[in-house]
């Protein structure tokens, strides 16, 4: 059985906010995090201008797929974290919740992205220190 710590990203569309998170945590922790990344109502596509600026931090996002969030998925978790106000969000006793209220960037280009993915990177980094008992690697 595998003991390593599993944790669920959401939003509503899972082509921005959510997707760099699991990008980022991914990147720090490696694989001794289990990361999943989904949305109630997931977009077509990733936000071009989140993947844009990922690829500025080296990091490429451009082939992830919205994903649809299931119960099952949010059971598998030992965090589950929504990236805004995405009500839907399952709870489940046991779990360890959290939301990170953070600025929309549907619409907006990479220059509108820059600044909270600034503020992810510093929640996520944060979040893969506490979860594996080390610091977090990369940049």
């Not at 989904?38 to 977009?43: I, K, L, R």
């Not at 451009?62 to 649809?68: D, G, N, W």
């Not at 119960?71 to 106000?85: E, F, I, W």
Request: hydrophobic content about 40%; glycine content about 10%.
């Amino acid at each position: 059985m595998d003991d390593k710590p599993s944790v669920l990203f959401g939003r509503v569309h899972n082509a921005g906010r959510s997707q760099m998170a699991a990008a980022y945590l991914t990147h720090f922790a490696g694989d001794a995090i289990e990361v999943r990344s989904a949305g109630s109502a997931p977009a077509d596509r990733i936000n071009p201008a989140v993947a844009e600026a990922m690829a500025e931090e080296g990091i490429d996002i451009s082939a992830e797929i919205p994903k649809v969030r299931t119960a099952d998925a949010a059971r598998a978790s030992d965090v589950v974290t929504t990236m805004g106000c995405d009500d839907s969000r399952p709870v489940f006793p046991g779990k360890r919740h959290g939301d990170r209220r953070l600025d929309d960037p549907a619409g907006q280009g990479a220059e509108a992205v820059r600044p909270f993915r600034g503020e992810i990177r510093v929640r996520i980094q944060e979040l893969a220190a506490e979860l594996t008992g080390a610091p977090g690697r990369g940049k």
